[in-house]
């Protein structure tokens, strides 16, 4: 006979995230890295970049960055602590930016997004998004997806708010969904994006991906593996 003590610590995970989803009264999705596995090609951007310059780039290191773009840490500025130099960081970034363009060509949703976006609207829960990436990048690729229509507002760093860790993306969103930010459920892939949303009071589940798995998640409600395991 199976006790509750005796249920896998993932399998309670997952039920416990089932759990806060189903209580929501609207869902905040993050963008990268949680939609679509952009960090990824990010990351390697900026590994090629260090690699030239003969210096790792540990992924506990860069994931300081990731959720609150290079406002708190900037893997350029690192660079040039490291080195002793000085870049062009135009000419490098417009370089960073055609490579991870190629790299994504092909990407689509992550396992599971899609289904879980289209079974909240079937269940008419609103949805949000609230990025740290600009409204050109997260609007494009919500629009090249086909899945823009399901989100009721969609809030980015462009909008005059500081960026995650600061809660302010997901307070935004909360008041254009007209939800008490308490009953916002989070969905998250990054420390900096899982802070914020405790930063806000609001119940977070976090799925790390593989550029976020070794963040510190410790402010989560809940960690699961993937956003299949919600469906």
């Known amino acids: 006979m199976t006790t509750p003590d005796s249920i896998p610590e993932d399998r ?4 416990k995230a089932r ?3 189903r209580r929501a009264s609207a869902v905040i999705f993050d963008f990268d890295g949680l939609l679509v596995d952009t960090e990824y090609a990010i990351y390697a951007s900026w590994l090629r970049v260090f690699d030239s310059c003969g210096h790792p780039l540990p992924l506990d290191l860069f994931n300081q960055c990731l959720g609150s773009g290079y406002t708190h840490w900037n893997p350029g500025d690192h660079l040039e602590k490291l080195t002793g130099r ?3 960081w135009d000419e490098i970034n417009a370089l960073r930016q055609k490579e991870i363009v190629r790299d994504l060509e092909h990407a689509g949703l992550l396992p599971g997004a899609g289904e879980l976006i289209r079974s909240l609207a079937e269940k008419g ?5 609230a990025s740290s990436s600009s409204h050109r990048w997260v609007d494009g690729w919500l629009n090249k997806l ?3 229509p399901y989100f009721k507002t969609v809030v980015c760093r462009d909008d005059n708010l500081p ?4 809660p302010a993306l997901f307070l935004r969103a909360a ?3 007209e939800i008490q930010p308490s009953q916002c459920l989070v969905l998250e892939d990054s420390q900096n994006g899982t802070t914020a949303a405790f930063r806000a009071g609001m119940p977070v589940i976090s799925i790390p991906n593989r550029v976020t798995v070794q963040a510190d998640f410790s402010h989560a409600s809940v960690k699961i593996g993937s956003l299949k395991e919600l469906l």
């Open 125 to 129: 829960i609103p949805m949000a998004v």
């Open 163 to 166: 960026v995650k860790p600061d």
């Open 86 to 88: 000085t870049f062009d």
């Open 146 to 148: 086909d899945i823009m």
């Open 19 to 21: 759990n806060l989803l």
């Open 12 to 15: 309670a995970n997952v039920e």
């Open 175 to 177: 008041e254009n969904l």
